[in-house]
């Protein structure tokens, strides 16, 4: 529901979190339109745009 207003306002990146799914979805706006950049799930290592200069286990938001 979100996205087409971020999209709308140049959000330049979004992360969706599941945490019952242990899941992280990052996608970045590329011409008015998301592009999925990564899925990661339950301790994948994370360096992800625009945080891609740290890297950190997704395992650290479950604990």
Do not use: C, N
């Not at 971020?6 to 339109?33: K, M």
């Not at 899925?39 to 938001?61: C, E, I, Y």
Request: hydrophobic share 50%; no cysteine.
């Amino acid at each position: 529901m979100k996205l087409p207003l971020y999209a709308r306002y140049g959000v330049p990146f979004v992360w969706i979190v599941d945490p019952l799914a242990r899941t992280l979805e990052a996608f970045g706006l590329q011409q008015g339109q998301w592009l999925l950049i990564a899925t990661l799930k339950d301790d994948d290592p994370v360096a992800v745009p625009p945080f891609d200069a740290v890297t950190f286990s997704l395992a650290d938001l479950w604990g």
